[in-house]
């Protein structure tokens, strides 16, 4: 079969001729038809990722349709539509056992620590296959684990949004197109903040209640306005990579007293300053947010199919330009997700 493979960090992904892969009795084997593209993939590709060994396959927010099940896969059919979480988790330490499988220390993860979807088919533990409904268009199946998932995790187990709460969402990307229909979802009161004039008219769509251009005008102070002078329960910052230090200092300035900044994007080596005072005084939270658990995808999957969350997909390209896809993601991060077909 064919893969998209890393050879070398840094140096452009080749297609080229791989072995299949070995499908165990707990697997499943998929025809990959969408992988979402992510910005840890360009972490990954530029060796930034400590645990990914080369050669690889990147690609963690694959789906597919199922070609093999293995003798101990109950519930799955060749034929049947999956997207795939990525984390195995190991199924036996206390966190695994409690359903986070996101904190589980030693869980590889495809197209990590794993070969992922940048390839024709591609082996799956069969529990992270999760069944969506035929009907769900692939490339919106893609990014439920991921893109959405994660989102989701943050939203409900991490900030725990309430309804009737008010929420301010920092960058409305690939991240923050999602948290604002899950933060509707959850009745809470929505402001939706970029720098980008486009992804703010956009996000219109998905009907915030406010929308602030963080570029025209003072954050924190917008959001105090609109809060009656109080500021926001839970900032979500989406933003991450290069842009991720410039937004914290605003995200915390729009916290009211007890309020809570959940960080999705992150960049290595960039520290998050507080002033303890105002940590103290204000009695906030600060939380950091990974990934998603099994059930948070199996949750999200259900929203999806039942036409309350829509999956926003920006720009596809199919896999064997997944250069050319990088290059988008790394240049302009555009409104929902970027996918690759096949
Ligand atoms: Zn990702
Ligand atoms: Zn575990």
């Not at 999956?311 to 996918?339: K, W």
Request: aromatic share 4%; with cysteine.
């Amino acid at each position: 079969m064919k893969a998209m493979v890393l050879e070398q960090f840094q140096t452009p992904l080749t297609w080229q001729d791989v072995p299949e892969p070995d499908v165990g009795p707990r697997d499943v084997l998929i025809r990959v038809v969408a992988n979402g593209l992510c910005a840890t993939d360009l972490k990954i590709t530029d060796g930034l990722v400590p645990t990914v060994p080369l050669p690889h396959i990147p690609g963690h927010e694959a789906a597919g349709e199922v070609v093999a099940v293995g003798a101990a896969v109950p519930g799955l059919q060749p034929g049947d539509h999956v997207t795939v979480y990525p984390t195995e988790g190991c199924g036996f330490c206390d966190h695994c056992r409690l359903g986070v499988e996101n904190y589980c220390a030693t869980a590889p993860r495809t197209g990590f620590e794993l070969n992922g979807g940048f390839s024709q088919y591609m082996r799956v533990a069969g529990r992270n296959a999760v069944k969506v409904a035929p009907e769900l268009p692939w490339a919106e199946a893609a990014i439920i684990p991921d893109a959405i998932a994660s989102v989701y995790h943050a939203l409900t187990q991490r900030a725990r949004v309430q309804a009737g709460e008010t929420v301010v969402i920092v960058g409305v990307g690939g991240l923050g197109i999602h948290a604002m229909q899950l933060a509707r979802l959850r009745g809470a009161r929505v402001i939706a903040a970029d720098v980008m004039p486009d992804k703010l008219q956009g996000a219109a769509q998905f009907g915030p209640d406010a929308i602030v251009n963080s570029r025209e005008e003072d954050l924190p102070r917008r959001v105090k306005e609109l809060t009656g002078g109080q500021g926001a329960d839970v900032v979500v910052e989406g933003v991450g990579s290069g842009a991720v230090a410039a937004v914290l200092p605003d995200s915390i300035g729009c916290l009211k007293l007890g309020g809570r900044l959940v960080v999705l994007g992150y960049n290595y080596g960039v520290p998050l300053a507080v002033d303890t005072a105002d940590l103290i005084y204000g009695q906030w939270s600060i939380l950091g947010s990974r990934a998603s658990t099994l059930q948070d995808v199996v949750e999200v999957a259900r929203l999806v199919e039942q036409g309350r969350l829509k999956p926003v997909v920006s720009e596809q390209f199919p896999l064997e330009q997944v250069e050319q896809a990088l290059a988008r993601l790394r240049e302009s991060p555009p409104l929902g997700r970027i996918v690759l077909t096949s």
